[in-house]
């Protein structure tokens, strides 16, 4: 029997983020079972040196994905590169005699219609939550070109699709610090910061752009400061290229409030794992829903207890009152008085705190789903054989 080849590809940012890990671990994970994996992104980052750490076959291609704009200059511009993008995966599916492929989120859709044109089993994971005529134009690319459609949460299933939909089915990604290398680094924070042993602190990690909310933090600190002197927000992540500003207001915002002392930036860390450990707890603070956001499953994995934004996917990672605790998006007074009362009830954080890692590992079992997502594969694989001999 040949081996099944899958094509992989995704039109990624000049920052790796949750989805550059989210392929990667499915790579190497179907790697291991024996597929043979071809993994096309459109830009080298520092992603391209995990798999090849792992000999996993990367190839660069300045591929496009769907963009909005307004200027018919741009547009004309896209559509040419829209199309040639497409000429080139499918010419690549027909040279490596691709069986399968697997398009990493909801506007890498170029993927899904060259393996439409090419007669391949098209596979769409969806990681993003769009709204209105947007969302309504793609899901109906999404259905129209792909074969199975991963949504990696509920909540974002249920906001983006519409229950008939049965192409649709939720796929959750999985934590592996190890294998992702953000359990390498150690380092010790109150030392870096001079910060005394009993100081609390709060941590929150994301990269730096509006929708995730760092602002909302900020807002909710300065109430918490007022009430609990003796804790520091820490603000780990780095800036999204052509989205520096928002560091220069957030900046702004905490000398505006006289919080220089109280709030510090780290910048993008390599150490992600172990701040989580040194951590009293952390914030997840994004103002859209946030689909199934790695960093809340991260803390979780690392024993740290998380205060998250109730959407999209952050309900189904946080257990209510045992692992977490959920407040509206965007309201910072809400968020304030839930940092407060973890602060206040240190034997109810321990309490928590005792029980994150098993609950987020029982959860998101990376033998479970990749085991799901093989059968995904296989079934797909199936349908096509069966229709063929027909």
């Not at 029997?1 to 190497?28: H, P, Q, R, W």
């Not at 692992?323 to 965007?330: F, M, N, S």
């Amino acid at each position: 029997m040949s081996i099944t080849k899958i094509l992989y590809v995704y039109a990624n940012n000049y920052e790796v983020g949750g989805a550059d890990y989210c392929l990667f671990k499915m790579v190497y994970e179907m790697n291991q079972l024996g597929y043979e994996t071809i993994v096309l992104l459109s830009k080298h980052t520092s992603i391209v040196e995990l798999y090849k750490k792992h000999n996993l076959r990367v190839l660069i291609k300045p591929i496009l994905r769907f963009q909005k704009t307004s200027n018919p200059l741009k547009l004309i511009n896209y559509l040419f590169g829209f199309c040639r993008s497409i000429i080139f995966i499918s010419r690549l599916i027909k040279e490596y005699q691709i069986d399968i492929v697997h398009s990493n989120d909801l506007l890498d859709f170029t993927a899904n219609i060259s393996a439409k044109l090419t007669r391949v089993i098209s596979v769409q994971h969806i990681r993003m939550i769009v709204k209105g005529v947007l969302k309504v134009f793609l899901r109906k690319i999404s259905l129209r070109f792909s074969d199975q459609v991963l949504a990696v949460s509920n909540g974002l299933k249920d906001l983006m699709f519409h229950k008939k939909d049965f192409k649709v089915i939720v796929l959750y990604d999985w934590i592996d610090v190890d294998l992702v290398g953000h359990n390498n680094i150690t380092s010790n924070i109150r030392e870096e910061l001079h910060i005394n042993s009993d100081i609390k602190i709060i941590g929150c990690v994301g990269r730096l752009e509006h929708w995730k909310g760092q602002h909302v933090l900020i807002e909710a600190a300065r109430i918490v400061i007022k009430k609990y002197e003796k804790c520091v927000f820490l603000i780990v992540g780095g800036t999204v290229k052509g989205k520096e500003t928002y560091l220069h207001e957030l900046k702004k915002l905490v000398s505006n409030y006289k919080l220089e002392d109280k709030i510090y930036f780290l910048g993008e860390r390599k150490d992600i794992a172990n701040l989580f450990h040194q951590f009293d707890f952390s914030v997840h603070c994004s103002v859209e829903p946030d689909p199934l956001p790695g960093i809340v499953l991260e803390s979780l994995v690392n024993n740290c207890v998380i205060i998250g934004a109730n959407g999209g996917g952050v309900p189904e990672e946080i257990d209510i009152d045992s692992t977490g605790l959920l407040y509206e998006p965007k309201n910072y007074i809400e968020l304030s008085e839930k940092i407060l009362f973890l602060l206040n009830n240190e034997d109810k954080l321990s309490e928590m705190k005792a029980l994150t890692s098993n609950s987020v590992l029982r959860k998101y079992d990376k033998k479970k789903i990749v085991t799901e997502l093989n059968s995904i594969y296989r079934a797909l694989l199936n349908t096509k054989l069966r229709k063929c001999n027909y």
